[in-house]
Every structure is written in structure tokens, then in C-alpha cells.
């Protein structure tokens, strides 16, 4: 009966995690008032072939209208008529360039002309379902290619159409779903997934090896445990949404949305157990200080660290944004993590020169100098990201991120478990009658026979 039910669980799971929206362009056409109207659909990254004239990839636009089909007047001009058209423009100055900034007030005409190809769909048709197929031929350089319908003389009895865009690299084979700017990405998830374990393992046996100081059940240690779970999670969550993509293009959403907030919490995690250390909490001493404000401000500012990263990850943005870093969310969330570093910065430096004992005040150094460093690598990633091509901005950013996230764990771990360890049994929380509330021995009344000086309340 166990194994009946586990299978199926594994069916139900499985099943829900198939019912995707996903990331394929689709969606209906606006039904709005207005007789003209413009929707930008998406952005796909083409690769290049040297030769002339080979095709790179195609584009496939599947129409399904699910009304009668439009009316069109004998009498008038052929500009009065009701007209729909799917257009693509590729990212040269005279194309797309051209018509993002005042994309909202273009005319159709403007539209239609800046277009680099442009196809009727022809929505008086009898047939309520139509299927074009575009080759995307490029031969100078990898190349962003923008799509978008535009409308012109259309009223709302005349719509919705539904429509679905498919982008494909069909120079990439396995990978044929990806634009370029995502090309190699589940490979890099692919070796998080096995290089995340390895050094868990290595923080949980660094936990085990004294037996007299139960290190492992340290706060830190346990967070910093629980947040390499969770940042595995995150990248094997990530690894079976691009997995789906590469066979549907479409992916999950349910999978990305639970692997960029795994994500989040595993980094605020880490923000949480440096900036506690930064105040000696735990480890100089048993009381923090202003708990309550400091544990709200902590609460504060990581959940809106963790809202901005969110929306900047899921929210539809502008075509003109390249990643999450150049949106107004992003930006934000810039915002916010210096002022984190200001503030880890501040309170670190008061902790050290309070410490008297020599490992301490060597923890507190090297904590507040490498975490200061690796704080500081979001605004450093996004000065390189700008000096480097558009199709390879979001590769950087989320490469440079792992890399940044599985550091911050990995030193943690070297600082809380290595030779310098500032955890000691006087200050290891533990589980046995003789220590207190706060994890530390309820024999000593003076902070000072157990180290804690400067700091105690």
C-alpha cells in the first residue's frame, strides 16, 4: 500500500507540474476600444552562420480566430480597411531602435515601415486557423529579433484572435528552444545540482568532527545547513523548468516561480546569519542588542530585497530590457542591498573593536572584509554586464550569481567550521539541562568568564 501511494503521489506531482502556462509567446490580441493598436509580443536571441543566405532559425505563428470572419468594404481606400499584421524587427538602430522609445505613439504606418518583415493575416478569411512559418536568416553577428502584431482599423467586434509565437534555433539541436541569450544555461544548473551536495556533505561532516563542541547545533550552523538545502532546491528546480523548455518550449512557471523564491530565501538566509554575526550575537555575546528593532529592520529589509528580486524575475518587462538588473524593480533591489552593505559595514566594525579575544577579533576581521567584498558584487557585475554584448548580459548575471551565492556559502562554512572557528562550547547552543534559554550555561552569571566582553548587556 506504501509504494502505491508514493506512485501515486509521483503521478499527481507529476501532473501538476505539466500544467504550465509557460514561456511560449501566446496569448489574445487586446480588445480594446481603439481602432489601431500595437502588442509587443517577445524577443528571441538568433544565432549566426557565416555563409549568405543559410537559415539561423525560424519563427512559427499559429492564428486562431474565435469569432466570424471581419467585414471589409468594396468602396474606400485600401488604408480604411481593417488590417492585422505580424511584424518582426531585428535590433539595427533603423528598426527597432527606431520605434522603442515611442512604441505607445506610432502610427500603424510608422510601425509597419520600421519593421525589418511583415506579414497580413488576413482575418476575412474563411479558415479560422492560420499557420505561418518565417526563416530568420543573419550571417554578421548574433542578432535580437523584437515580434509584435500590429492592428490597424480593427474594432472590438472584431477581435479576440488568439495567436502563439514559437522561437526557434534550429542550429542548436537539443537546445533549439532557447534564444541566445539563455544557451548553456541548464548545463550550468546541471553542475550546481551535483557541486551544491559535495559541499554540504563537506559543512555536515566539518559539524560532526569534535564531539566535544556540538557545533551542529549552532543557530548559524543550522541556518547555514538549511540554506544549502534550499539553495540546491533552487537550482534543481531551475534545472527541471529548462529541461521542460528544452522540449516544449514552454518550461513551468510553477517550477521558475518556486526556484527564483528558493533562491531568494537561501540569499537572505546567508544576509541574515552575516549581519547577526556582525553584532557578535551568539558568539561574543548572548543578548542582542535592540532585538526587537533589529530583528524587525532585518525582517524589513530582506522581505523587500526578496519582493523586488521576485518581481523583477517573473514580472513581464519592457522588450528593452535585457535582465532583471536594468528594470526599475531591479534597480531597487540594487538600492536596498547597498544599503544592506552600509549597514553589515557599520555594525561589524563596532563589534571588532569592542572583542578583546584575539580569534574573535580575527573572525570579526575577516568576516567584515570578505562579506563587504562579496556584498559588493551586484553593482561590480553590472559595470562588466554593460561592456559586454546584449545576448550575453543575462548568462553573466545569473553565472556570476550562482558563483557569488555558492561562495557565500561555502566561505560561511569555512569561517564558522575551519581552524579559526570562533565556536566554541561555551557559546554552541545545545540541547542539555545545564545550558539556558539563550543556549549558554546557566552556572556562569559573569559574561566575562565565558569571553563575552564589551558586548554584554
Avoid at 51 to 77: C, H, N
Avoid at 79 to 86: A, G, H, K, M, S
Avoid at 157 to 181: G, I, R
Wanted: charged fraction near 20%; charge should be neutral; proline fraction near 3%.
Amino acid at each position: 500500500p506504501s509504494l502505491l501511494g508514493m506512485y501515486r503521489l509521483a503521478i499527481f506531482f507529476v501532473t501538476w507540474l505539466s500544467l504550465s502556462t509557460g514561456t511560449l509567446f501566446q496569448g489574445e490580441l487586446p480588445t480594446a476600444e481603439e481602432q489601431d493598436f500595437r502588442l509587443f509580443v517577445g524577443k528571441f536571441a538568433y544565432d549566426f552562420r557565416e555563409e549568405i543566405g543559410q537559415t539561423v532559425g525560424e519563427a512559427i505563428l499559429k492564428i486562431k480566430r474565435l469569432g466570424p470572419p471581419i467585414s471589409r468594404s468594396d468602396t474606400g481606400s485600401q488604408t480604411d480597411q481593417p488590417r492585422l499584421y505580424f511584424v518582426l524587427y531585428d535590433d539595427e538602430r533603423s528598426h527597432w531602435k527606431r520605434v522603442k522609445r515611442d512604441w505607445a505613439s506610432r502610427t500603424c504606418r510608422d510601425l509597419k515601415e520600421a519593421a525589418s518583415l511583415s506579414t497580413e493575416i488576413d482575418l476575412a478569411a474563411p479558415e479560422k486557423e492560420v499557420e505561418v512559418k518565417i526563416n530568420i536568416r543573419e550571417h554578421v553577428r548574433i542578432r535580437f529579433w523584437y515580434f509584435a502584431f500590429v492592428g490597424c482599423q480593427l474594432s472590438k467586434t472584431e477581435l479576440p484572435v488568439h495567436f502563439e509565437v514559437h522561437a526557434l534555433n534550429s542550429k542548436w539541436t537539443w537546445q533549439q528552444e532557447f534564444s541566445m541569450d539563455h544557451m548553456g544555461i541548464f548545463v550550468v544548473y546541471l553542475v550546481f545540482v551535483v557541486v551544491i551536495p559535495a559541499a554540504l556533505l563537506c559543512t555536515v561532516l566539518a559539524s560532526s568532527s569534535d564531539d566535544e563542541v556540538p557545533r551542529r547545533d549552532h543557530p548559524y550552523v543550522r541556518l547555514l545547513l538549511l540554506s544549502y538545502g534550499i539553495f540546491w532546491a533552487s537550482c534543481v528546480f531551475f534545472l527541471l523548468h529548462y529541461g521542460f523548455f528544452a522540449h516544449d518550449g514552454m518550461g513551468s512557471r510553477r517550477l521558475r516561480f518556486l526556484a527564483v523564491l528558493s533562491c531568494i530565501i537561501a540569499s537572505c538566509t546567508i544576509f541574515f546569519i552575516v549581519l547577526l554575526a556582525s553584532t557578535g550575537f551568539a558568539i561574543s555575546t548572548a543578548i542582542m542588542p535592540n532585538k526587537r528593532v533589529y530583528l524587525g529592520a532585518i525582517a524589513l529589509v530582506g522581505g523587500l530585497n526578496g519582493y523586488l528580486e521576485l518581481h523583477a524575475e517573473t514580472a513581464t518587462d519592457l522588450s528593452s530590457k535585457l535582465y532583471g538588473l536594468q528594470s526599475t524593480p531591479g534597480l531597487m533591489s540594487l538600492v536596498v542591498k547597498m544599503f544592506m552593505t552600509c549597514w553589515f559595514a557599520f555594525s561589524i566594525r563596532g563589534t571588532h573593536e569592542a572583542e578583546r579575544d584575539d580569534r574573535r577579533r580575527h573572525f570579526y576581521k575577516v568576516l567584515g572584509v570578505s562579506y563587504t567584498v562579496w556584498l559588493l558584487h551586484v553593482p561590480v557585475t553590472v559595470l562588466v554586464c554593460f561592456m559586454l554584448a546584449p545576448y550575453m548580459r543575462y548568462k553573466v548575471v545569473i553565472i556570476i550569481d550562482l558563483v557569488a551565492l555558492f561562495l557565500g556559502h561555502f566561505w560561511l562554512s569555512n569561517l564558522l567550521l575551519g581552524r579559526q572557528t570562533p565556536l566554541t562550547a561555551e557559546n554552541t547552543f545545545s540541547l542539555r539541562d545545564d545550558f539556558d534559554e539563550f543556549g549558554y550555561k546557566a552556572s556562569c552569571s559573569d559574561g566575562a568568564e565565558l569571553g563575552f566582553t564589551g558586548l554584554q548587556g
